[in-house]
């Protein structure tokens, strides 16, 4: 299965809207991407969350809300996304936004039958 998107599409304020082949469209929260990147130090908060709910989070230095500043495909099987605060370690693959998908899969598809 070729699981690579048709389109990519940046809100830097808001997020990362995903039209997969198929026609099935994600939609994912700058929030999100940034709390779930792939990258070692996110995956390293996460873990402690996990063992601590409270662990102390690092904070960002940076004023204002959270944007993306640029996405980078990263050959044919990732996006990487460099946000605001500094942070661009993150490969999201194509395989992992679709495991942490926030798009309920039933209003997707209800919504592209409204539109047909």
Do not use: C
Request: glycine share 6%; aromatic share 6%.
């Amino acid at each position: 299965m070729d699981d690579a998107p048709e389109h990519l599409e940046l809100r830097r304020q808001s997020g990362l809207l995903v039209r997969w082949r198929g026609g099935k469209e994600s939609f994912f929260p700058l929030a999100l991407l940034r709390r779930m990147s792939p990258s070692a130090d996110a995956r390293a908060i996460r873990e402690a969350l996990a063992a601590n709910p409270l662990t102390v989070i690092p904070s960002s230095n940076t004023p204002g809300p959270l944007e993306a500043l640029a996405a980078e495909l990263v050959g044919n099987y990732a996006v990487r996304i460099r946000f605001n605060d500094g942070h661009d370690t993150g490969l999201f693959s194509w395989r992992y936004l679709r495991e942490i998908d926030p798009t309920p899969q039933a209003s997707t598809t209800a919504r592209r039958s409204e539109h047909s």
